[in-house]
């Protein structure tokens, strides 16, 4: 089994509808990140999480929220979804400042 | 904004060449790293060199950091058609002698390599 995985990888969805990622980690690192990725462009940090009590903003957390439900958890959503968030979104975990391990991703469209 | 910025955007090259991709940034770093992306797939690390080292080596590839020049560049040797796919760099800023712990990636190099 994968040890980040992702849930769902693929949605389509409507203008102003409310959309919920999921990130699943077995690999017991602390630190959570949710990363966009658009066409031709490296990946952007939309919030990261060092552990269950710790939420900061990344880059890009406008229009975004999440929740850390527990250290294996870690839930992106979208309150009211426009089609400029269209994008390729990722989550990742680490350990201390090391390498992160990324997910398969979740191809998000809005109509 | 984006922290590192990368030359070449694409490369092709022919099976058995050398690649160089060169990455700049802005501040400065606690370390720096690659990743490696297959299509629309997740990222997979490559390599991390931190601030203190200059060069570090992992089979077919070798990392350069140039701090004074806020360059690193990434050469892989004896391409192979296996090493298609977008290659990102990754800054962690120094926060005064520590990690921030969060990344800042480049817009990629996409390299393809011909059979």
């Known amino acids: 089994d994968a040890d980040v995985t992702q849930t769902p990888r693929n949605r389509i969805t409507k203008t102003g509808k409310r959309i919920m990622l999921e990130c699943s980690q077995t690999?017991?690192?602390?630190?959570m990140y949710w990363y966009r990725q658009d066409p031709g462009l490296g990946l952007r940090l939309i919030y990261y999480?060092?552990?269950?009590?710790?939420?900061n903003k990344g880059e890009i957390s406008d229009g975004y929220s999440v929740s850390r439900q527990a250290q294996a958890k870690f839930s992106l959503s979208l309150e009211s979804a426009i089609p400029n968030q269209t994008a390729l979104y990722f989550c990742?975990?680490?350990?201390?400042?090391?390498?992160?391990?990324f997910g398969p991703g979740t191809r998000l469209t809005v109509l | 904004s984006q922290q590192g910025e990368e030359d070449p955007q694409a490369l092709s090259i022919q099976e058995g060449e050398n690649a160089t991709m060169n990455c700049s940034y802005k501040?400065?770093?606690?370390?720096l790293q690659w990743y490696r992306q297959n299509s629309g797939r997740g990222l997979v690390h490559l390599i991390l060199?931190?601030?203190?080292?200059r060069e570090k080596h992992s089979g077919r590839l070798r990392v350069t950091l140039d701090t004074s020049k806020k360059s690193s560049s990434l050469l892989i040797t004896a391409s192979r058609a296996a090493d298609t796919a977008s290659y990102f760099c990754?800054?962690?800023?120094?926060?005064?002698?520590?990690?921030?712990?969060?990344?800042?990636f480049g817009q990629g190099t996409i390299l393809t390599v011909h059979p």
């Open positions: 690999k017991g690192h602390d630190r």
């Open positions: 990742a975990t680490s350990e201390n400042y090391n390498e992160q391990f």
């Open positions: 999480s060092f552990d269950v009590k710790d939420i």
């Open positions: 990754a800054t962690d800023a120094d926060a005064g002698g520590t990690s921030y712990g969060k990344l800042t």
């Open positions: 060199i931190r601030s203190n080292e």
């Open positions: 501040t400065s770093i606690n370390n």
